[in-house]
């Protein structure tokens, strides 16, 4: 993550190296990844341009084609988060005579919205560029597990490694260089299971 930060990777390629990651991962392998294949692979995924995008600008339609699909990665994230806080707790706070989204959110997820706010707001402290200060790993991590142990709520934003390439199949078809500019699998499902290793791919 030091390096992501240093070279200015964006989140939508740190997603994608974590999806292949997912996707293509293969339990023998012993060798660790070092920087400079996972530079070289962030490259080729950031200079990547789908067949669709070639059609596109065969027809001269290439930047309308082209603001339409990245606005899928860009705009969540160019948002700002504490809005999104602000209105989300807004809605599933909302209660009266007709509807009551306090107790619709707990059927749902059986845990109350405010734990995952609770939730929500320690994963981007911990994995926000201004809080990551080398020398204060120890205390991060520890925030982060405090997290983990909210009351169901890691439980429904979890998924298995073979649960997630299921879906991922079923979604693109086995087409899976639909990705880039698809939905995400881990918007739903945020942390993936796999090995005895959670990845946080969100």
Known sequence: MSLAFEQNIMPWELETFATF?????DESVEMEIDS????????????YRHPELM??????VFADTFLMISS????????VFLQKLFRYNYIFDFA????????EFCKMFISPYINFVVFAFIVFV???????????????????????????????LCISKEKYKEELEALYKNNVLDYYYG???????????SSGFYIFST
């Open 183 to 193: 939905l995400k699998i881990q918007y739903v499902y945020p942390f993936c299971l």
């Open 21 to 25: 990651s997912i996707i293509y991962d």
């Open 55 to 60: 059609v596109a600008e065969t027809k001269g």
């Open 126 to 156: 911990y994995s926000s560029k201004d809080a990551y200060i080398k020398g204060q790993e120890d205390s991060r991590q520890s925030f982060l597990e405090k997290a983990f142990k909210i009351d169901h709520v890691f439980e429904v």
């Open 96 to 103: 009266n005579s007709c509807v009551n989204m306090k107790e």
């Open 36 to 47: 400079d294949s996972f530079s070289r692979i962030i490259t080729l995924i950031r200079n």
């Open 72 to 79: 899928q990665h860009q705009f969540p994230v160019q948002g």
